[in-house]
């Protein structure tokens, strides 16, 4: 099992500033990745992190 990740470890990844995650979890954001709750910390899985964002990468189409 791959260790979970901190909040802070996705805002690094993701390039958010710090409290970022927290204020759109707050306002049940879609624009997230699913984040775990264990007891009151949250954490992420690595792999559902690098899916999600995988899902929103945009390949533009050449012109002829």
Excluded at 10 to 32: D, H, K, M, Q, Y
Aim: charge should be positive.
């Amino acid at each position: 099992m791959t260790p979970l990740l901190h909040s802070k470890q996705v805002e690094s990844i993701l390039g958010f500033a710090a409290g970022t995650l927290a204020v759109l979890r707050c306002r049940r954001s879609p624009n997230i990745p699913p984040h775990i709750k264990v007891g009151r910390s949250v954490r992420y899985d690595p792999k559902v992190v690098q899916a999600w964002l995988a899902a929103r990468t945009v390949y533009q189409r050449r012109q002829a």
